[in-house]
């Protein structure tokens, strides 16, 4: 390992220091199904996904690691393979507002099942979704994260969390398209709805541990990189 150019010219010994190279792939796999487009305080859920996948693509961009997308609904809706440079990174935001997915239904284990066909080198993956579904996906999930580092981003609104009190109000589920009245001054519809959400998310938790997944909530109230720094800490650690 003597570097004899520089050694004849210093007159004293000199030896090549070698750097591992270091490349990394990150895969931002982003849910934009119906249920993406609710919002009610500063933002929808996928205004908060297009924002948590700038800020995860351009620092990944800063550390000259390679960014790609995949858009899915009960289908994948676009792939975007991944490359280099922050005009990729600008590129992958420019899809991600603009695309019009042609279904609004929800399948997570679809996309995964093709991030895991078409990414042979080990990867991190991000999934960016309310994982509102209706199919398992965990599974699926599991089996990526064994050759990848898949990392589950779970975005939601507050009034998913707690229904406000707003009268006689008719709710629509953009992903069946199926129309139903609610009294949301009911104390007992209230407390339902609270009850059902607390539960699918112990549950959901309760999965991701299982599968060995790192996960975060992350709110459309806008606190939202509080909690992406605290999932990076104990990553760290």
Do not use: C
């Not at 960014?67 to 809706?77: C, L, M, N, P, S």
């Amino acid at each position: 390992n003597i570097d004899w150019n520089v050694t004849a010219r210093f007159d004293e010994p000199h030896i090549k220091v070698f750097e591992e190279e270091r490349e990394l792939s990150v895969m931002l796999i982003i849910d934009i199904s119906g249920s993406s487009d609710f919002g009610t305080i500063y933002r929808s859920k996928k205004e908060l996904s297009i924002e948590i996948a700038a800020v995860l693509g351009f620092s990944a961009a800063s550390n000259n690691d390679k960014v790609g997308a995949i858009f899915i609904t009960d289908q994948v809706e676009k792939y975007i393979p991944p490359k280099k440079g922050r005009s990729h990174v600008l590129m992958i935001l420019r899809h991600l507002i603009d695309l019009e997915p042609a279904s609004k239904k929800s399948d997570l284990k679809e996309g995964i099942k093709f991030f895991r066909n078409v990414t042979k080198k080990r990867s991190i993956a991000f999934v960016i979704s309310d994982f509102i579904s209706d199919y398992s996906f965990i599974d699926s999930l599991k089996i990526a994260n064994k050759r990848h580092d898949m990392v589950a981003l779970q975005v939601f609104d507050e009034a998913e969390v707690e229904l406000p009190k707003l009268g006689l109000v008719e709710m629509f589920d953009s992903e069946s398209g199926v129309k139903e009245w609610v009294n949301t001054n009911s104390a007992k519809v209230r407390k339902n709805y609270a009850q059902r959400f607390t539960d699918f998310r112990e549950q959901l938790y309760t999965d991701f541990r299982k599968a060995g997944v790192d996960f975060a909530a992350l709110g459309t109230d806008g606190k939202y990189l509080k909690s992406l720094n605290a999932l990076f800490l104990r990553r760290g650690r």
